[in-house]
């Protein structure tokens, strides 16, 4: 067990015996459905992805009376517990919050804090720093000496890029993505891999894919290997990513792309039914209006990737009231040790 388990508000359930764990992380889907009036679903043993492969994280970082400290906040508190180990991040994200403790020794004042996003891609680590703080000339080349050898590609300071090594990228089958400031990401690749691997078995066959909250296209760019695929997104410098990548990517059916907000204008029945099949992976909150737009279309397959069992149960009563049926149920646990599940839902009709 971690060293931080009880103090870190990071992890809950570290404590939990692996068959215990497992029962946990599935009757909160199982719950979840059965208050929606589907106690019946079949719902798979979850997929756990391994310790140590979380790729995404926001370190807090500040100074106290002389020592910086860097970490997650403490359960409940907005103390930082200053990390030494963790068996959820990947190895290149633990080493970067000692890598902050150095770095920020010389440039930070007793008690100042800041935070930083840091994502682990393919190509080194990208951080983006939030702090109260004016970016000035000296602290563009204190941070740039500090960071410059530690496998850092990229570093953004409150929305002004400070240093860029290399562009950070990551790939999503075999088209590799720039990816812009502050972008989502799926947490870990195994749990990616697992989730792509569904929606591609499910969608075999179709020849028009409509990708609905696409991002970068972790759906739209393996898919577009045997369909063409509509990719609709509202974050702009996501959907150029998307739509750069695909264009430099040779073998794949056409993608286009549609920067559309779908909580406020979701596909309407008409537009879908253009399509053979669709996918969504929509934020926290589900996509009522959207999954509705769905319900109503003539579309006979729905892939459903949500990181919420809660809004994934309501959003599936309003697609089995529609008529279709769970073809499976996965749990995909991105999240380690914590309260939260990903899920991949097969939707049929």
Do not use: W
Not at 320 to 341: C, K, M, N
């Amino acid at each position: 067990m971690c060293a931080h388990f009880g103090l870190c508000g990071g992890c809950s359930l570290q404590n939990l015996a692996p068959d215990d764990y497992r029962k946990h992380k599935r009757d909160a889907v199982l719950t979840a459905l059965a208050r929606t009036g589907l106690p019946d679903l079949s719902v798979e043993q979850p997929f756990l992805v391994p310790e140590r492969s979380r790729r995404r994280a926001v370190f807090k970082f500040g100074k106290q009376a002389g020592k910086v400290v860097a970490g997650f906040h403490a359960a409940r508190s907005h103390a930082i517990v200053d990390m030494q180990e963790c068996r959820v991040l990947t190895p290149a994200l633990l080493a970067l919050a000692g890598g902050l403790r150095h770095a920020m020794a010389p440039i930070l004042s007793d008690g100042e804090k800041g935070e930083v996003h840091v994502t682990e891609t393919d190509t080194g680590l990208d951080l983006a720093f939030r702090a109260p703080r004016r970016l000035t000339p000296a602290l563009t080349a204190s941070l740039a000496k500090a960071f410059s050898d530690s496998g850092v590609a990229r570093i953004i300071f409150n929305g002004e890029m400070l240093f860029e090594q290399r562009a950070p990228e990551i790939r999503f089958g075999e088209a590799v993505v720039a990816l812009p400031p502050h972008s989502f990401l799926q947490a870990g690749r195994d749990g990616e891999a697992m989730l792509v691997g569904r929606v591609q078995a499910f969608l075999e066959g179709a020849k028009t894919v409509a990708d609905l909250f696409a991002g970068l296209g972790t759906f739209s760019l393996p898919l577009a290997r045997r369909a063409r695929v509509h990719a609709v997104e509202q974050d702009a410098e996501a959907l150029a990513a998307l739509a750069d990548a695909a264009r430099k990517t040779k073998g794949l059916k056409p993608v286009t792309t549609e920067r559309r907000d779908l909580f406020k204008l979701p596909l309407t029945p008409p537009e879908l039914n253009r399509f053979e099949a669709a996918v969504l992976d929509p934020p926290r909150a589900g996509a009522e209006k959207q999954v509705r737009a769905l319900a109503a279309s003539k579309l006979k397959r729905v892939a459903y990737v949500s990181c919420d069992a809660a809004s994934f149960a309501r959003d599936t009563a309003i697609l089995v009231e529609a008529g279709f049926r769970a073809d499976t149920i996965l749990p995909v646990d991105q999240f380690l040790y914590s309260e939260h599940i990903e899920l991949v839902g097969s939707f049929m009709r």
